[in-house]
């Protein structure tokens, strides 16, 4: 691969731009990349594993001269962060973000954004339960996905530099409006997070059980609840406070169909629940043949915890 932006700054030292660092430096996608963190111990970490060519002790020194500027906060924070920057962005640089919320960064980031420079929200759909600056590894976007949601007026040429560098990252590209994003994601993520840490809390409620059965126990599926009830707690605040909307009407439809299954498994109805589960079992087959998943043994999953 060849160099795509001669600055990147990385805004936010955790799982996804420590990601991002090494998968730029593994195809040279960029002549330098700056980075900060608010955490003063999260920069240090930073410095001493080599995360980032410059670790800047503000977000205003991290942006000075950056031909692409990447938000990796929590969504909640999106905002604040593009004000504290806005003056020091350099005129024709991108800025751009990894929220998986899109509506509500678009609408907190957009009125900081100055004359002159492109905005082009993305989200890349990778991640694991880990977080941190340490957590980040170069393959962490190879074959998944990364949406681009452009907002009106963006620039097709910054779009396409923008691709240009998440498939230089290893990552396959779509680009999607900012509505139906929130509500995909709401369907493929949010609230299966949400209904595994439901999950779990009914578990740590039901004193009939002891903790020492649940994870003795738990290869029996409950394990995988538990991998995704890991993530961070900020985020994922953040994430349902901002999705509101597109989350509430999935976990509606969500609680008709668990009422329908309650009927059948309480009226006996075993045909209702054959035929429900053979359909929904052709969309796990469906993941594994877009390649999204191995239908490994132990859920594809290694002993690396990966």
Known sequence: ??????????????LIASSMFWAIKRAGLAGEVTGYARSEATRDTARSIGLCDRVCDTAQEAVEGADLVVLCVPVGAMGAVAQDIAPMLKPGATVTDVGSVKRSVIEAVSPHIPEGVHFIPAHPLAGTEHSGPEAGFAELYDNRWCLLVP?????????AQ??????????????????????????TSHAPHLIAYTMVGVADDLRRVTDSEVIKYSAAGFRDFTRIAASDPTMWRDVFLTNKDATLEILGRFTEELFALQRAIRTGDGEHLFDYFTRTRAIRRGIIDAGQDTDAPDFGRGKAGS
């Open 1 to 14: 691969m060849s160099q795509i932006y001669d600055r990147v700054a990385l805004i936010g030292l955790g």
């Open 151 to 159: 907002v009106e007026g963006s620039d097709p040429e910054a779009i």
């Open 162 to 187: 923008l691709r240009a560098l998440w498939e230089g990252m290893g990552a396959n590209v779509d680009e999607m409006d900012a509505d139906h994003h929130d509500l995909v994601l709401a369907v």
